[in-house]
């Protein structure tokens, strides 16, 4: 079988397409036949060093597929529809070996590419928007990169809550994108006073939680955006490390209090992953949340895939097939 593998971090030009063979599942464990695959900004952060994996290693977090073989003691049947996130390295792949209890059934009415192209990324808007930070009706809050990936799920998400959102992206196709999956306001990145704009939207009161996940390009903005005793939840580095921070600056700006979440702590018992992909499963077969698949490529053009995503000329979700 085909799988994507890295032997050193670098740019895009690292990720290889290698034949590889792949073991009979050992006990607890399932081998998943991927049909669609999750392209997911982290995946960039494994590529490029910022996240370090051991050498040489597959790459990629997320896949829908089926299941093709099972080990001892698995609840699964061949042939079962599957996804998975948070799993183990290597979705980058035409298949791959994960644990069985990792792994969430996909419902009937959903298809394998909305499955791939939601659920890392529905299950990061559902422990940001109601385990980190419990966002209810009324709340007004900052979501930069909008139009991206997670910030189309996270728009539909909150608004569908009741909350206002304010969104910032960097194009005007973006913007209107943004728009029409539940941000109130909108602003382009390149637009001065932010805070200011913030300021007059929020009548002086600023914001009780700003979810950033652009990291060191917008980091100071988003503190300066938030209300007395808001919270700064940082989930993200698109744009680089947030810079060294002294604590002195949440007490200059009135007790602000700041997080710095990951999936993986949130999703880590069998029981939070199934019921994080319940809560992302239903609203899709609700039709709360619209799955926006804007980008797919063949997984041999992976390099591709993460040289647009990284010089932003991505929107909504991108998969890789296999
Ligand atoms: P996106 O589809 O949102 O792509 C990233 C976006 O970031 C770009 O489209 C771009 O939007 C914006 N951006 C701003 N500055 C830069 C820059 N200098 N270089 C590149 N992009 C930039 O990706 P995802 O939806 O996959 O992920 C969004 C963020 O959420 C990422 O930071 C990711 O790491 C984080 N994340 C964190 C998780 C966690 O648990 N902590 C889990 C999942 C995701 P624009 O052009 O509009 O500025």
């Known amino acids: 079988m085909k799988k ?23 006990p607890g464990m399932v081998r998943v036949a991927n049909r669609a695959i999750g ?10 060093g910022l996240y370090p994996l051991p050498l040489p290693t597959g790459i990629g977090l997320e896949g829908a597929g089926v299941v093709e073989a099972i080990g001892d003691g698995v609840d699964l049947a061949v042939g079962d529809r599957v996804a998975y996130c948070a799993a183990g390295f290597g979705a980058y792949s035409e298949a791959i070996n994960l644990p069985a209890e990792r792994l969430v059934a996909i419902p009937e009415g959903i298809d394998f590419d909305t499955a791939a192209a939601v659920l890392l990324k529905g299950a990061t808007v559902e422990y940001l928007i ?3 930070y419990a966002l209810t009706a009324g709340e007004q809050t900052l979501f930069p990169a909008a139009a ?3 910030g189309l799920i996270f728009g539909q998400w909150a608004a569908a809550l009741g909350a206002e959102l304010i969104g910032t992206v960097s194009s005007e196709a973006k913007r209107e994108l943004a728009l029409a999956n539940g941000y109130t306001h909108c602003f382009l990145s390149d637009e001065p006073d932010l805070v200011a704009k913030v300021r007059e939207i929020t009548g002086g009161k600023m914001l009780p939680v700003v979810y950033d996940g652009v990291g060191a390009a917008t980091f100071t903005d988003s503190l300066d955006c938030l209300a007395p005793r808001g919270l700064m939840v940082s989930f993200g580095n698109a744009s680089g490390s947030p810079p060294p921070f002294d604590l002195q600056q949440l007490a200059a700006r009135g007790s602000l209090y700041i997080t710095r979440p990951s999936l993986m702590a949130y999703v880590a018992s069998k029981e939070e992953m199934r019921a994080s992909a319940a809560a992302v499963f239903d609203r899709v077969l609700d039709g709360r949340i619209k799955v926006t698949i804007a980008q797919r490529y063949p997984l041999a053009e992976v390099q591709r895939a993460h040289a647009e995503l990284e010089a932003r000329r991505t929107v909504g979700s991108s998969l890789l097939l296999p």
């Open 130 to 132: 109601q385990r980190t």
């Open 148 to 150: 991206g990936g997670v």
């Open 39 to 48: 392209l997911n900004y982290i995946d960039t952060y494994h590529r490029s």
């Open 4 to 26: 994507v593998e890295i032997q050193s971090v670098g740019g895009p030009e690292v990720l290889r397409l290698v034949d590889a063979e792949l073991e009979a599942p050992g």
